[in-house]
């Protein structure tokens, strides 16, 4: 069974940097596709980035596009968030997926495996 804990969220400032961290156990991260989503208050949960089993294909929401990079290192068995210039709307839980069919889209049915989230806040 593979679990997936995340890591990194914290209170910043709009305009700040952060990263958050995956770590996977159970099995191994390198055929899973892996992706990142967000849930704000009240409001659903959606997708933020994913990327591919060998890290080569990232695909990512408009909202994430310029500001957000996601990448992984499969000898570690981790997966990363980058987020660079945040805004009061990036405020959320974050979670990490992983998707055993190796898809890393923005469609929730496709992850199997879900982390119990990491909250991001960001002040203005």
Known sequence: QLQLVESGG???QA???L???CAASGRTLSTYGMGWFRQAPGKEREFVAGVSWSGATTYYAES???RFTISRD???NMVYLQMNSLKLE???VYYCAASSR???GPSKSDYRYWGQGT??????
């Open 74 to 76: 499969n000898a570690k």
């Open 119 to 124: 909250q991001v806040t960001v002040s203005s």
């Open 102 to 104: 190796g898809g890393y």
């Open 19 to 21: 990263r958050l961290s």
């Open 90 to 92: 990036d405020t959320a």
């Open 64 to 66: 994430a596009k310029g």
């Open 10 to 12: 914290r209170l910043v």
């Open 15 to 17: 305009g700040d940097s």
